[in-house]
């Protein structure tokens, strides 16, 4: 029998909250689907235990989460500590410490979510962009030079480039070889069994070195997929796209800041934040899997929040343990409960809670001829 360890960091806001329906659904899963067994160990990092700590997780965290065969995260953020260091500290910390390079972000519009773009349906909304997810501008790599150097309002307009007097910060998009081809090769990899079309998405118009870089590579490695067909769009070019013809992509491979900025454009598209989730995949070590949305703190506590991205989040790890008949089971249920339209949260136009979101899909699971 499989047993998979789960590390399951709730976070902070309404993380918890669509947590605990992440969970209830996998349960029903697990009472469904004979020799599927899952096993959880909740640690209570985050924001709460950074002001009563000092850090937001122990010294030793990635060491603890070593032995875990999946982590499965809810929110981090929190108004009392600032965002790019409960972030950096945290979610970051876990991606890049474990070499989690392909954060996998599906864009698929189910039925009976309402679609913002007009006269586009299920049919035209399904893509998946792969984003790499440890480097470019998230390395961390910069400085800044005369730190606290009083304000020069008043030379505004007037200022020389780089005056000796001024303040100077500077933030390095840092991408290395094996960092660029190993994330292209994954979306080739996906683009070859899913419609065999990848978008290098790039901005090699503005950026010489990186980007430039990165579209070489794509070149070079697109030479051993002659199956796939390619084409190259720039990011902001890839966002005016996402809106007008969103059934053009099949698979969009981009660098890390990029791919963050497009796939909250993706997550409207395809009805929220309340349904997008993603993966953050390391092939050959340890994975985490998260909603994309934020802690949304002023929702906390009020069982408000749409679950189905962090439902959706599970059953991607379902997917990556290889549990492929139970994340089939939590597909078709989710499907069915958003299709049927009866529970739905306030961001898709209905009165649901989150919870009452959760046992539909439990229910659904549960009515399921296996
Ligand atoms: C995301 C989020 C994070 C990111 C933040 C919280 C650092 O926006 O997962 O898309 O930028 O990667
Ligand atoms: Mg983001």
Not at 157 to 167: I, K, T, Y
Not at 357 to 366: F, K, L, N, Q, T
Request: aromatic share 8%; net charge negative; proline share 4%.
């Amino acid at each position: 029998m499989a047993k998979h360890k789960v590390a399951v960091i709730a976070g902070d806001g309404v993380g918890p909250e669509v947590m605990a329906e992440g969970i209830k659904v996998l349960s029903a899963v697990q009472a469904k689907v004979k020799n599927l067994s899952l096993e959880y160990e909740h640690f209570p990092w985050g924001c709460d235990y950074y002001l009563a700590n000092g850090e937001m997780m122990p010294q030793n965290g990635l060491e603890i989460l070593k032995g875990f065969d999946a982590i499965y995260l809810g929110a981090i953020g929190d108004p009392r500590v600032p965002d790019h260091i409960s972030v950096r500290d945290l979610v970051l910390k876990i991606r890049i410490g474990f070499d989690q390079y392909a954060n996998v972000r599906p864009i698929k519009l189910l039925e009976g979510v309402f679609c913002p773009l007009k006269n586009k349906t299920p049919q035209d909304i399904d893509f998946v962009v792969i984003r790499e997810n440890t480097e470019g501008f998230y390395a961390g790599c910069g400085g800044r030079y005369r730190k606290g150097t009083p304000e020069h309002g008043k030379y505004a307009g007037l200022r020389q480039v780089f005056s000796d007097s001024e303040e100077v910060v500077v933030q390095e998009g840092v991408l290395s070889q094996i960092g660029v081809e190993r994330v292209i090769t994954f979306a080739f990899d996906l683009a070859r069994n899913r419609k065999k079309h990848l978008t290098c998405c790039t901005k090699s118009n503005a950026l010489n070195y990186s980007m430039v870089y990165w579209d070489e590579v794509f070149r070079k490695i697109a030479q051993s997929y002659p199956d796939v067909r390619t084409d190259f769009a720039m990011v902001d070019a890839t966002c005016m796209w996402m809106v007008k013809n969103p059934e053009n992509f099949d698979v969009i491979v981009a660098e890390n800041l990029f791919g963050d900025i497009i796939t909250d454009l993706g997550a409207a598209i395809q009805g929220g934040m309340g349904v997008a989730a993603g993966a953050n995949l390391n092939p050959h070590g340890l994975s985490m899997f998260e909603p994309i949305h934020g802690s949304a703190p002023k929702y906390t506590g009020k069982n408000v929040i749409n679950p189905v991205a962090t439902i959706w989040a599970g059953l991607m790890m379902l997917e990556q343990l290889g549990e492929k008949e139970a994340a089939t089971l939590v597909t078709e249920a989710v499907k069915e409960v958003l299709k049927e339209g009866k529970y739905r949260t306030k961001d898709l136009g209905g009165t649901s809670s989150t919870s009452e979101v959760g046992d539909a899909v439990v229910d659904a699971i549960e009515k399921t001829k296996t």
